[in-house]
């Protein structure tokens, strides 16, 4: 799985927790062991209860960005979560309190929401429609439409190939 330090990582990580493998649906948090101990090492607890958080954000955050549902279904999520502010060296800063076990599911969704607001349309499902995977496009051109050029790009292009010789034959 990818690097789950950053907060971006980590959103991204938990959205391509569900990937197609040779055409078969799969997911890498369906073994809890393994699951739970991703998750300590993305900073969480590692336990079932917040395993469940995860996946339930991650199910929403999924249909969220490929426009399937709308962000109202992120809002349990939220639920109980307060920001405090403090005065620290004569600059406010904020404090995130949220419940222990949805720590995680919460930060996967604030990250959403920074990506959303200041980055609007650059978390996009991978435009090979057989891809379940999604990417963040932080380039200038803003115009990258793979999860990976090395897997879907190259794909996609050998795809289009065998179909414009396919479509030569049948002229
Ligand atoms: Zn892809």
New binding site residues.
Partial sequence: MTDAASDEGFLLAVLNSTPVVDGVPTDEFADSDRARAWLASAGGLGTEAELQQVLEVRQALQAVVRGEQSPDVLAPALRGVTSLPAMMDGQITWTLSAPPERQLAVRAVLTWDTLARHSPGRLRP???D????F?IDHSKANAAR???MA???N?MKARRHYQRIRNMRAE
């Fill in positions: 991978c435009a090979n057989e891809c379940r995977l990417l793979w999860c990976s897997v879907c790009g794909r």
